[in-house]
């Protein structure tokens, strides 16, 4: 019986919004594991669409800003994407980071706790309908951990495989080991047979990271201490255009796919090993946009 099919990001690019909830069809129609939506460009939005546009596949935010709505307003879009689509939508949450903190005009406090407050408000909702199962983002352990203590299911993203066990550590046994509770990651991915410019485009995507202390303290716990205090010192010093160099080929092949279709097919089994029961690809292209990633993944994965 071949492998399953990994689970896919999908952003609802200005412009191509409608061809985008068709590229959702096409995801669905080809059996992949799921669709998941990171922040940009409203994926509430999208989600919603997907409810009404598709029939089986799962999907969710990967993930949605807690600050970025009030409670209500979440817990009466998550009841009724919940509600039409039958069950396949999945909110998942995070604090985000400084930047999108400042684009926000909010001013967070502690992420544990802002965490803890927002699913038992969310919770608290009534006469809504059923809400539905809530995924919480996490980097670092204690994040984890409160993650296996109040949600339905964990989503990292840019995470190092090498770390991902000790991570998983941080779960209460019965989560760890219950299969309905979600385990995914944002996997940034490019597949081409050129594999320095799939190298470079993943290298380029996960650059702006290296900018966020969450980041780079989770790498550092990973144990990349020598790349973050070389991206910290740039940092300090005004050296922004240096800070890709200092991601290592190692960190690199640890935190992405790259490379021609079996490599990256070979990656996804090795993150189901790890632990990850869903491996979200994040598709970029060495020769075009969104919609050319696409199709190298159908066409590694057809």
């Known amino acids: 019986m071949p492998p399953s099919l990994p689970a896919l990001s999908l952003v609802a690019v200005p412009s191509r919004r409608r061809r985008t909830v068709e590229l959702a069809q096409e995801i669905e129609r080809r059996g992949f594991a799921g669709i998941y939506s990171p922040s940009m460009f409203g994926n509430m939005s999208l989600c919603e669409a997907l409810a009404w546009n598709t029939t089986t596949i799962p999907f969710g935010t990967a993930i949605a800003p807690i600050y970025q709505r009030t409670v209500g307003d979440f817990a009466q879009s998550a009841a009724m994407m919940h509600e039409v689509s039958g069950g396949r939508f999945a909110l998942g949450i995070g604090v985000a980071h400084g930047p999108a903190h400042v684009r926000m005009g909010v001013t967070p406090g502690k992420p544990l706790g802002d965490i803890r407050s927002f699913v038992e408000r969310f919770r608290a909702q009534e006469g809504l309908g059923v809400l539905p199962p809530i995924i919480v983002a996490a980097l670092r352990r204690r994040m984890v951990a409160l993650a296996g203590e109040i949600a339905e299911g964990v989503v990292f993203a840019n995470a190092s495989r090498s770390h991902m066990a000790a991570s998983l550590a941080a779960l209460p046994d019965p989560k760890r080991n219950d299969p309905s509770f979600f385990i995914g990651n944002m996997l940034p991915t490019c597949i081409s047979d050129d594999v320095e410019a799939a190298k470079a485009v993943c290298r380029k995507a996960l650059t702006h990271y290296g900018f966020l202390p969450n980041y780079r303290n989770y790498w550092r716990e990973a144990g990349y201490h020598e790349e973050m205090d070389a991206i910290e010192a740039a940092i300090a010093e005004g ?10 080929d190692k960190w690199l092949a640890d935190a992405s796919l790259f490379g021609p279709a079996a490599k990256v097919r070979e990656g996804v089994e090795a993150w189901r090993e790890a632990g990850v ?22 066409a590694a994965f057809g």
């Open 239 to 248: 050296r922004d255009g240096d800070v890709p160099r200092y991601f290592s």
């Open 277 to 298: 029961r869903t491996p979200i690809l994040v598709p970029s292209s060495a020769a075009g946009n969104q919609l050319k990633a696409l199709e190298e993944v159908f």
